[in-house]
């Protein structure tokens, strides 16, 4: 399976969905799955028994996963998600370029 577009700490906005437009960093990737989680998106409430490390029990917020295809890297210039190509470096490392104004992410 080919790597996904984004990585972590990557800004996102989100393509589709009951988050659609919103934008955030990444937290973490599920290669497994092809799935990001998204800072402060995506919000699962969980109800939790009481347990010897939560005696309280009760709800917590649980941020949740979303496939990498709904996602697409925030272009600060074009000021939304846009879609990138990869670009060797004259040190052959790669870096990925915005599709649509050229901005560089990956910036050493
Ligand atoms: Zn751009």
């Not at 409430?45 to 029990?57: F, I, L």
Request: net charge positive; aromatic share 2%; proline share 2%.
């Amino acid at each position: 399976m080919a790597g996904l577009h984004v990585k972590k700490n990557d800004v996102v906005q989100i393509m589709s969905g009951a988050n659609s437009g919103k934008t955030g960093k990444v937290l973490r990737i599920i290669s497994e799955s092809g799935r990001v989680i998204v800072e402060g998106l995506n919000f699962r409430k969980k109800h939790t028994k009481p347990s010897r490390d939560n005696q309280q029990g009760g709800i917590v917020q649980k941020e949740g996963s979303i496939s990498g295809s709904n996602v697409l890297l925030y272009c600060p210039s074009c000021k939304k998600g846009v879609k990138t190509r990869n670009e060797l470096r004259k040190d052959g490392t790669k870096t990925r370029v915005c599709k649509k104004c050229g901005e560089v992410f990956d910036k050493a």
